[in-house]
């Protein structure tokens, strides 16, 4: 997302920066609408984003297969994350929406999260988080602001309360 605003005390986003960040995550996991955004993306010319890493994406829907990388799942999240996915992957990246982002944290499958705050208030849209039953803890590991307006924040999960 592009914004007019600019804050001078801020980094510049490094494209080097950038590129090292998306070598260190091994796989994607993804809902079907974020799935489906990203085809939206790249069928308007700008690319896929997620380049040639394995892609899982959640559903129970029939959705084109537009790669190789892409495969499908329904079925236990923590059976196919825990059983399947950490023994072969050691950054697993989940992305996008508030549902796959609000399961893994219920589930205890998310280690960290990372927040891009944008200078634009949206109106409306999708939760950060869909349905989280209990509070969450976080612990605030780094902050990064931009000249761009944008502050990205990491924290660290320090799991669910009983």
Known sequence: METSDEFVGGDTLDPEYVEGFLKTIDCYVM??????????????GLGWAY???????????????????????????????????????????????????????????ADEVRY?????????????????DRDVALHLAEVKTYKSGMVALRYQVRGLPA
């Open 31 to 44: 809902g079907s609408r974020t799935y489906e955004t990203a085809l939206s993306f790249e069928a308007k």
């Open 51 to 109: 380049g040639d890493k394995p892609t899982f994406v959640l559903t129970r829907r029939q959705l084109p297969r537009s790669r190789d990388s892409v495969e499908f799942y329904s079925g236990d999240l923590a059976q196919f994350v825990n059983g399947r996915l950490r023994p072969t992957f050691r950054s697993i990246w989940f992305v996008g929406g508030g549902v796959v982002s609000g399961e893994c944290l219920r589930l205890g499958l």
């Open 116 to 132: 891009s705050i944008l200078p634009i208030l949206i109106g409306d849209g999708i939760s950060f988080f869909e349905k989280l």
